[in-house]
Each structure stands twice: as structure tokens, then as C-alpha cells.
T-cell receptor, first 115, second 109 residues
Framework: GAVVSQHPSWVICKSGTSVKIECRSL??????MFWYRQFPKQSLMLMAT?????????EQGVEKDKFLINHASLTLSTLTVTSAHPEDSSFYIC???????????FGPGTRLTVT | EDQVTQSPEALRLQEGESSSLNCSYT??????LFWYRQDPGKGPEFLFT???AGEEKEKERLKATLTKKESFLHITAPKPEDSATYLC??????????FGTGTSLTVIP
């Protein structure tokens, strides 16, 4: 149980285009979803937290107009990187938590490369 | 300021050589301490949740323990497939999560 999927697993896009990443909890209802960014050999950097039906709460320094997060249902959250630039290239990971348990369950991650 | 510190940053073990990873924390009211395993290019995999001092949990060769200031992840007779980065995270009374920077474990055959 507690499986989280992400799609796509990797994406290459041109500078200036937008990319959408989906995060789904497959076998539980995720009241809260988290989006992280991870650089090579570094730990997770929390970008934002979202609760179903509410606006996302962004961490300091994360541009909410650039990284659009939509938590449309209890099983789906999306991250859209708008007007992507090469510096946005990174590994993006989502996680989900249910209201009953505290731990977060992570997706497999999405490798974004902006050329 | 709430903080999570993991040590060592990197650990190399011979196959069968038991050891421990440390996660020390300072948070305002611990709601839970979590251990994850992360393989390169993948998302973290959940291992354990510990809620209160004195609690212990085991899974195969791994055993996690918790005190009021730190947690240990004991690895007994590790195998090469245990090589990964092990992450510790805590959740405070305000439901904020804090992640450590991880311990990179390499088990040599």
C-alpha cells in the first residue's frame, strides 16, 4: 500500500516552454501533497505544500508564478514549470500524506532537462 | 531553530560489518521521526516511523531506535544491496517537516 506515481519520469523541453508533472496517490487519499526539488548529491529541498482544494503554500524563495501547483483531488496534484529555463533543470519529487498517518510517501521523481 | 543533522555523511562498510547511522534533532514537539532509503535517480522509499523515545522498529537487517534527542539506524550484517542514501526526517508539533542531508552508505562485497 501507499504507492505514489509520477508522470513523466523524465522530460526534455526547450527554454521558454512549460512542463506539467503529475503526482498521483494510487491506493490512498492524500490530504496533503508536497513538491521537492533535488540537486545531484544533495538532500531534498521543499518547494511547496498543498492541501486538497486549497492554494499551495510555497517555501521562501520559490516563485509561485513560475511553479504552479494544483491539488485538484485527493489523489492528484500537478506541478507546472512555466517558461522553463536551463536553471530549472533538476530532479522533481512529489510526496503524499494521508490524514491518518504522518509519514510522507514519495513518488519516483521526474528528471527535467531544459535545453 | 528546528534542525536535523545526520552523521556520518558517508560510510563505507565491508559486507557483514555492522554499523549505525545517526540522526540528531532539535524540534519543538516531535510528532514523528522518519527514516527513508533513497537510491540514485529515485524517490525516497519509506522505511520507518518512530513516535516516542524508547520506541524501536525492525525490518530485515535494519533497526531504528529513538531517544529524546536522536535516532539511530542500525544495520546488521549489511549486504551490497543495502548501499543507498539513508534520509532522516522529523515532523514537529506545527506539522512542519525537516529533512537531514542523508548518509551515503556503500557496502563493499
Amino acid at each position: 500500500g501507499a504507492v505514489v506515481s509520477q508522470h513523466p519520469s523524465w522530460v526534455i523541453c526547450k527554454s521558454g516552454t512549460s512542463v506539467k508533472i503529475e503526482c498521483r496517490s494510487l491506493d490512498f487519499q492524500a490530504t496533503t501533497m508536497f513538491w521537492y526539488r533535488q540537486f545531484p548529491k544533495q538532500s531534498l529541498m521543499l518547494m511547496a505544500t498543498s492541501n486538497e482544494g486549497s492554494k499551495a503554500t510555497y517555501e521562501q524563495g520559490v516563485e509561485k508564478d513560475k511553479f504552479l501547483i494544483n491539488h485538484a483531488s485527493l489523489t492528484l496534484s500537478t506541478l507546472t514549470v512555466t517558461s522553463a529555463h536551463p536553471e530549472d533543470s533538476s530532479f522533481y519529487i512529489c510526496s503524499a500524506a494521508s490524514g491518518r498517518r504522518y509519514e510522507q510517501y514519495f513518488g519516483p521523481g521526474t528528471r527535467l532537462t531544459v535545453t | 531553530e528546528d534542525q536535523v543533522t545526520q552523521s556520518p555523511e558517508a560510510l563505507r562498510l565491508q559486507e557483514g560489518e555492522s554499523s549505525s547511522l545517526n540522526c540528531s534533532y532539535t524540534v519543538s514537539g516531535l510528532r514523528g521521526l522518519f527514516w527513508y532509503r533513497q537510491d540514485p535517480g529515485k524517490g525516497p522509499e519509506f522505511l520507518f516511523t518512530l513516535y516516542s523515545a524508547g520506541e524501536e522498529k525492525e525490518k530485515e537487517r535494519l533497526k531504528a531506535t529513538l531517544t529524546k534527542k536522536e535516532s539511530f539506524l542500525h544495520i546488521t550484517a549489511p549486504k551490497p544491496e543495502d548501499s543507498a542514501t539513508y534520509l532522516c526526517a522529523v515532523q514537529d508539533s506545527g506539522n512542519q517537516f525537516y529533512f537531514g542531508t542523508g548518509t551515503s552508505l556503500t557496502v563493499i562485497p
